[in-house]
């Protein structure tokens, strides 16, 4: 099976603009979560996404918005781009059996200037 | 709420040496735990994963971890380190039934020829 695909894998966008990222899991699975990682926050959840509506939310603030598809793709929007946005998005997929295992992709990484 | 703690953000083992990667996690309910890989500019790879079955967990690249409930741990072990073991190891929890993975802060992992 093919794994978790992510694009683009690298961006550069300036402040204020927005960044729509896109994520495409692994055949047959229907959850699809989203999560930052900064080398100040380390890995954090965005939020996570079951049969198109979203299940799960972290604590970030709504300019981070994101939709799933019925082919279980998924987006992820940042409106507003702030410096501080800069990160590698991760994004993953998994099964529902409820373990929380959970296949990653290679990431977008997004540079904000 | 549930939370990892990794002890040593930085630990430096000679080649052919025992590597001991130390994870101690609190939750209130029986976690899944797991043990992610994360080499440069990649995304993560599951190395292992506990899901209340054996409490001896063997992984890939021969990387195995104990669940200790007297200690609330999940110490990732592997006998012999190898060149291609070096890189970022992060332990996580999750919520039985729930797919939001809660992620220590990572240990960089060092090998010396």
């Known amino acids: 099976k093919a794994g978790v695909t992510q694009t683009p894998r690298y961006l550069i966008k300036t402040r204020g603009q927005q960044v729509t990222l896109s994520c495409s899991p692994i055949s047959g699975h229907r959850s699809v979560s989203w999560y930052q990682q900064t080398p100040g926050q380390g890995l954090q959840f965005l939020f996570e996404?079951?049969?198109?509506?979203?299940?799960n939310k972290g604590n970030f603030p709504g300019r981070f918005s994101g939709r799933q598809f019925s082919n279980s793709r998924s987006e992820m929007n940042v409106s507003t781009l702030e410096l501080g946005d800069s990160a590698l998005y991760l994004c993953a997929s998994g099964t529902t059996g409820g373990t929380g295992t959970q296949y990653f992709g290679p990431g977008t990484r997004l540079l904000v200037l | 709420a549930q939370s990892v703690t990794q002890l040593g953000s930085h630990v430096s083992v000679s080649e052919g040496a025992l590597v001991l990667l130390r994870c101690n996690y609190s939750?209130?309910?029986?976690?899944?735990l797991f043990w992610y890989v994360q080499y440069p500019n990649q995304g993560l790879q599951l190395l292992l994963k506990y899901t209340s079955a054996a409490t001896l967990v063997k992984g890939i690249n021969g990387f195995e971890a104990e669940f200790k409930k007297s200690e609330t741990s999940f110490h990732l072990t592997k006998p012999s380190a190898h060149m291609s073991d070096a890189a970022e190891y992060f332990c996580?929890?999750?919520?039985?039934?729930?797919?939001?993975?809660?992620f220590g802060t990572g240990t960089r992992l060092t090998i010396i020829p």
């Open positions: 996580a929890v999750s919520d039985s039934g729930n797919e939001k993975l809660t």
């Open positions: 996404y079951f049969s198109e509506t979203q299940r």
């Open positions: 939750s209130s309910v029986p976690p899944y």
